[in-house]
């Protein structure tokens, strides 16, 4: 699984409407498993440039990792997360002139930021240009297990049914989703950033 540069221009009414991303080149090691629902790290965080995934007990451990220690003091848990906007905006602020270490989606296996999660990192904030830029091909682990969304670092995000894009897209998701619908909820096998 890696994170591709997809040079496809979105359609019609939707180009206004997408944020864009410029990334590294992004990949996730075989080994990096997510957690089993008796295991205690519960928030992976994987560095889309290295591949490498690291797993913790709390999400405010797993946001402290990926954003290089620039914030330390995020709510315990998603949901918090994505109710508080003063989290929400102190979050965007870190990520201004951030090289490496900025978040660019974190991703739920159950409804309402619940459940595992597992939050990507690339190495700048999205750029808004109307076009998909990289693809992320989920591993064995997260495939058919997303069901809400937050995007972070001024990116959307499109969810895709199969591998490389393929499929019936979803999206774009360009703010908290506790519900990614009908359509992909559990379904998901590839991520558009853009």
């Known amino acids: 699984m890696a ?23 992004w990949a996730q090691t075989a080994s990096a498993a997510a957690p089993d629902a008796t295991s205690a790290a519960r928030h992976c965080v994987v560095d889309a440039r290295t591949g490498q995934q690291n ?9 402290g990792s990926a954003t290089g220690g620039r914030i330390t003091d995020a709510p315990a848990t998603p949901q918090a997360a ?33 459940g595992a999660s597992l939050t990507v990192t690339g190495p700048e904030l999205c750029e808004k240009d109307g076009w998909v830029n990289w693809q992320f091909d989920l ?16 990116c959307a995000i499109w969810l895709y049914p199969e591998p490389n894009l393929g ?19 559990d379904r998901t096998q590839s991520i558009g950033f853009s």
């Open 167 to 185: 499929g019936d897209r979803d999206g774009p998701f360009d703010e908290n989703t506790d519900d990614v619908g009908q359509a992909l909820n």
């Open 139 to 154: 591993g064995d682990d997260w495939k058919n297990r997303i069901s809400s969304v937050q995007p972070w670092g001024n």
């Open 82 to 114: 994505a109710a508080s906007k003063s989290f929400r905006t102190e979050a965007a602020e870190a990520d201004v002139g951030a090289q490496g270490d900025v978040i660019q989606g974190t991703f739920f296996d159950e409804k309402g930021f619940t």
């Open 3 to 25: 994170l591709r540069t997809t040079p496809s221009r979105l359609a019609g009414a939707t180009v206004a409407a997408v944020t864009g991303l410029l990334c590294g080149p």
């Open 55 to 63: 797993c913790f007990g709390t999400f405010t451990e797993a946001v």
